[in-house]
């Protein structure tokens, strides 16, 4: 699928690269060569806080990756994970972004944002955690997902369908932004909000759904499919 550019910044992204802009001007008063590795990395912010143009499915029966990155964990997880409470036993898929990734955060599929919660906690991060994938890895990840702060968004499709999706901080990503109230109806591929900056992602889907990425991909936000939901076998993609 060909994945086209855009210029437009993220809603989220502008206080970021206003910041940098105010930055990189007051030191280029002082020093101009310095100013213009800032403003490289100006450059560089405006192409990661961008609004992506993305080809997304238009199949209602299909989850969509909500952030760029790559899939370093697939997982089935029981209804009471020791971190949250889920609606029922789940297919985990868990999304790492890069900073050289586009940070959006777009919704999963088309419904209802039922549930917007933040919970405090650390901004850690534990040896290995970047180059560990699947069950090898597990331990730190449950580190993170249990000590970090969080903020989990549920969404639910026109079939009554949940599907959670849960962004973690860590070292660099200390604001997990959603700004948009319960009861929000979104298509797939709307902007939802953003990890600032590079975060990790966990999609909580029904159990039996049809996992169609595997670990070490890497997906695009509102464009790969990430999984089909079990209402809707057939077809699988």
Same mark, same amino acid.
């Given at each position: 699928?060909?994945r086209?550019? =855009?210029?437009?910044?993220?809603?989220?992204?502008?206080p970021? +690269?206003?910041?940098?802009?105010?930055v990189? $001007?007051?030191?280029?008063v002082? /020093?101009? *060569?310095?100013?213009?590795?800032? +403003?490289?990395?100006?450059i560089?912010?405006?192409?990661?806080?961008?609004?992506p +143009?993305?080809?997304?499915?238009?199949?209602? =029966?299909?989850? $969509?990756? *909500?952030?760029?990155?790559?899939?370093?964990?697939?997982?089935?997880?029981?209804a !009471?994970?020791? #971190?949250?409470?889920?609606?029922y !036993?789940?297919? %985990?898929?868990?999304?790492?972004? %890069?900073?050289?990734?586009?940070?959006?955060?777009?919704?999963?599929?088309?419904?209802h944002?039922?549930?917007?919660?933040?919970f405090?906690?650390?901004?850690?991060?534990?040896?290995?955690?970047?180059?560990?994938?699947g *069950?090898?890895?597990? /331990?730190?990840?449950?580190?993170? %997902?249990?000590? =970090?702060?969080?903020?989990?968004?549920?969404?639910? =499709?026109?079939?009554? @369908?949940?599907?959670?999706? #849960?962004?973690?901080?860590?070292?660099? &990503?200390?604001?997990? #932004?959603?700004?948009? &109230? @319960?009861?929000?109806?979104?298509? &797939?591929?709307?902007?939802?909000g953003?990890? %600032?900056?590079?975060?990790?992602?966990? $999609?909580y889907?029904p &159990?039996?759904?049809?996992?169609q990425?595997? +670990?070490?991909?890497?997906?695009?936000?509102?464009?790969?499919?990430?999984?089909?939901?079990?209402?809707?076998?057939?077809g699988?993609?």
């Amino acid at each position: 699928m060909n994945r086209l550019t =855009n210029a437009e910044i993220a809603d989220d992204g502008w206080p970021i +690269l206003a910041l940098a802009g105010v930055v990189t $001007i007051i030191v280029s008063v002082v /020093a101009l *060569p310095v100013g213009c590795f800032l +403003l490289g990395l100006m450059i560089w912010l405006a192409h990661i806080l961008r609004v992506p +143009l993305r080809q997304t499915p238009t199949d209602q =029966n299909l989850v $969509i990756a *909500p952030a760029d990155g790559r899939v370093v964990q697939i997982d089935k997880c029981p209804a !009471d994970t020791g #971190v949250m409470p889920l609606p029922y !036993d789940s297919l %985990r898929i868990t999304i790492r972004t %890069r900073f050289s990734d586009a940070q959006l955060h777009t919704s999963p599929l088309t419904g209802h944002l039922t549930d917007n919660c933040l919970f405090p906690g650390l901004f850690a991060s534990w040896p290995g955690i970047d180059r560990e994938l699947g *069950p090898s890895g597990a /331990a730190h990840w449950e580190d993170m %997902r249990t000590l =970090n702060e969080r903020r989990e968004l549920t969404l639910c =499709n026109a079939a009554g @369908e949940k599907v959670i999706l #849960v962004q973690l901080a860590t070292k660099t &990503a200390r604001q997990l #932004v959603c700004r948009l &109230a @319960e009861g929000k109806y979104l298509s &797939a591929g709307q902007p939802l909000g953003m990890a %600032r900056l590079a975060g990790v992602t966990d $999609i909580y889907l029904p &159990a039996h759904s049809h996992c169609q990425v595997t +670990l070490g991909q890497h997906v695009f936000a509102a464009e790969t499919i990430l999984a089909r939901l079990p209402s809707n076998p057939a077809g699988g993609g």
